[in-house]
């Protein structure tokens, strides 16, 4: 497994990394991963990857009554809450580094897979983050994804937003690498748009026909896809917005896959 070298810390042991450096990180670990990764545009074989190249270990388990939490990683040993098959709150005793996730929260494939890459993030750059700046101070509780972040320019970030947006674009980054994506859009350009030079607002149903299908080839959500798009510079925020996913409320169907 390739490991994050010569990475900056905060006082609090917050990885200080740019998106770029983070992606191409990302990238290394899929060569590294398999030699031929890139070759062929495809979905990534989450389990092995995360279980056989990662190492870490993935648990399943009910976090929350409502559904709120999709997952946590444990940063030190200790009991951590669950809720049990006779639906009632347990007290379960997890090592350092455990991955835990609600499938039932993640309702459906493309989110449990999102959930388990970022949770995968978090194991292997916030392990030693001071408790402190986490509401549970035993583990990091993810209730949402950011997954696109915002259109709006962020000024700052708290330690643990910062956590949270490396556990993101990691997950974009080995899910939706940048190579597959650009060549997965050119052919899909091509195939839904007849060779039209660019995309409008003007068509809306035949652009989210067009991500589709490139959401399928990789197994991500459709929106997930339409977010890297736009990130990628492939689709203009007025493409982007016009596709209606867009909403500024916290929780709202930008944090969704």
């Known amino acids: 497994m390739l490991k994050l070298g010569n990475a900056t810390y905060t006082k609090d042991g917050v990885l200080v990394i ?38 870490r270990k993935v648990i399943y388990y009910k976090l929350s009554l409502d559904k709120s939490v999709l997952g946590m990683t444990a940063i030190s040993d ?9 639906n ?14 609600d499938l039932d929260a993640c309702d ?19 392990m030693n983050v001071n408790p402190a ?42 899910l939706m690498p940048k190579k597959f994506v650009v060549k997965l859009f050119k052919e899909k350009h091509k195939e839904y748009f007849n060779g039209e030079r660019r995309l409008t607002k003007h ?17 991500v959500s459709k929106k997930a896809m339409a977010y890297r798009l736009r990130d990628l510079d492939l689709i203009s925020e007025e493409v982007f917005l016009s596709l209606g996913l867009y909403k500024t409320k916290k929780g709202g169907d930008d944090n969704m896959l």
């Open 18 to 55: 740019y998106d770029e450096e983070l992606e191409a990180f990302a990238y290394a670990q899929l060569k590294d991963y398999d030699k031929n990764y890139f070759k062929t545009p495809h979905a990534l074989d989450v389990d092995d990857f995360v279980e056989n190249y990662l190492h």
């Open 88 to 101: 009632k709150l347990d007290v379960k005793i997890f090592p350092k580094g455990t991955m835990c996730i």
């Open 133 to 174: 700046i986490l509401e549970n101070k035993s583990v990091i509780q993810d209730t949402y994804l950011m997954i696109g972040g915002t259109l709006f320019k962020v000024k700052a970030r708290t330690p643990k937003d910062w956590m949270e947006h490396h556990a993101d674009k990691y997950a974009t980054f080995i």
């Open 203 to 219: 068509r809306p149903q035949r652009t989210w026909l067009m991500i589709a299908s490139i959401a399928e080839i990789l197994n």
């Open 108 to 126: 459906s494939e493309t989110r449990a897979n999102f959930t388990i890459i970022h949770e995968a993030g978090h194991s292997q750059f916030d």
């Open 78 to 86: 200790g009991k951590i809450s669950v809720v049990n098959s006779d």
